[in-house]
């Protein structure tokens, strides 16, 4: 996931999708370009889960053009959007159970203190799921 983000967000339609997606807001209007990202994301990639017993991850154009994704793809996506656009991202994976992880969200910086943006949910950034047993964070 780390590789294909580096990758990625160098990638010039990531590159002018994040701008366009951010272009009505204010210059240095942090929150809100990580809130228009996390919305896009969000809103606009249909969850599906990966192929029974695969653990595959989508390129990010890939991603946008079947406009679909488990939660590794729609994390790839907005970490790729956000780095595209000088946001730091990092990737959290959580499970439910002592070291089994099933999920991905990412989490980037806006100030001081990192905030959570689940993509899978309809929930507003700073979201996080409860019981989380096990937690892993790497920066992209």
Known sequence: ???????????????????????????????GEVDALHRFVRDNIRYIKDVQGVETV?????????????????SVLLA????????????????????????VFVETKIGPRWVALETTE?????????NIVSIMERNV
């Open 122 to 130: 309809n929930v507003d950034a700073g979201w996080r799921p409860q």
């Open 80 to 103: 790729s959007l956000l780095q595209a656009i000088g946001h730091p991202a990092k990737f959290v994976a959580i499970g439910f159970q002592p070291f089994r992880y099933n999920h």
């Open 58 to 74: 989508a390129v990010p154009e890939y991603t946008l053009r079947v406009g679909q994704g488990d939660c590794d793809d729609k």
């Open 1 to 31: 996931m780390r590789r294909v983000t580096r990758e990625a967000k160098k990638h010039l339609p990531i590159i002018e999708l994040a701008r366009s997606l951010v272009s009505h807001l204010p210059p240095k209007d942090w929150a």
